[in-house]
């Protein structure tokens, strides 16, 4: 399991055995089910699909700083908040590809998009700044 969200266990553990080996990995849970889509904001928004129970952990401060920095790099790049999450794994040194899944074209067509955007330094270093926990924060030499 591998997104902006859930990032500590692969990165501390997987990541540098993969890296050492030259094994690349396909991650799952790409858009942290369905979270990293922005469809979650706030805990009313659960019940727009069975998914929904899921990202109920997800709806804290992380979480929120996390979505702030999807929408405003959304925006600079024109794409969906999903678009960019799995655009960001797959910039993960390693990473072969991102698994995700879509319930309609319009999501489908999102997930394309991801494999057309090249994130620049700026977005990659916001998204990680976001979505870093305090551990990785402190590894990194960055605040939470």
Avoid: H
Avoid at 6 to 30: H, K, M, N, W
Avoid at 85 to 109: D, H, R, Y
């Amino acid at each position: 399991m591998y997104n902006l969200y859930d990032r500590a266990e692969f990165e501390q553990t997987l990541a540098p055995l993969c890296q050492e080996q030259d094994i690349g990995v396909i991650s799952y849970y790409g858009l942290a089910s369905g979270f990293l889509t922005g469809k979650y904001r706030s805990v009313q928004d659960l019940s727009k699909s069975v998914r929904g129970q899921r990202v109920r952990m997800y709806l804290i401060e992380r979480g929120f700083r996390i979505l702030a920095a999807l929408d405003q790099v959304a925006a600079r790049y024109e794409a969906a908040p999903a678009s960019i999450a799995l655009a960001w794994v797959m910039a993960q040194p390693g990473i072969t590809a991102p698994i995700a899944s879509a319930t309609s074209l319009e999501q489908l067509k999102a997930l394309v998009e991801a494999t057309k955007l090249e994130l620049d330094r700026q977005a990659l270093e916001l998204l990680d700044k976001a979505s870093a926990e305090p551990a990785i924060a402190r590894e990194a030499g960055t605040a939470a």
